[in-house]
Nanobody
Framework: QVQLVDSGGGLVQAGGSLRLSCAAS????????MGWFRQAPGKQRELVAR???????DYADSVKGRFTISRDGAENTVYLQMNSLKPEDTAVYYC???????????????WGQGTQVTVSS
């Protein structure tokens, strides 16, 4: 089994910054991609940022220029630096990873437990 533990959320004023972290552990042969999604009350979960092996990071238009995703491959950890936060960024943020747990088998998606980000105006 694979576990993702995400952390770093909190309450911040508009214009402030937060840094989210997500560490993957367990039965991991390789990780093809890691990313962050968010879900606000009454809305569907949406992609925020994703980083795949050998590709440039991908961002939602709403966060381009404000958020930066990075990954420490050796530690199976992904980070999301969030700057210039806005009230509309308020949501539960979930880490996601596509993990190969057994050689020769396709990757599976796993989720973190979520971390709350609240931006006050």
């Amino acid at each position: 089994q694979v576990q993702l533990v995400d952390s770093g959320g909190g309450l911040v004023q508009a214009g402030g910054s937060l840094r989210l972290s997500c560490a993957a552990s367990g039965n991991i042969v390789s990780i093809n991609a890691m990313g962050w999604f968010r879900q606000a009350p009454g809305k569907q979960r949406e992609l925020v940022a994703r980083i795949s092996n050998g590709e440039a990071p991908d961002y939602a238009d709403s966060v381009k220029g404000r958020f930066t995703i990075s990954r420490d491959g050796a530690e199976n950890t992904v980070y999301l630096q969030m700057n210039s936060l806005k009230p509309e960024d308020t949501a539960v943020y979930y880490c996601n990873a596509n993990v190969v747990s057994f050689r020769g088998f396709p990757p599976r998606g796993f989720w973190g437990q979520g971390t709350q980000v609240t931006v006050s105006s």
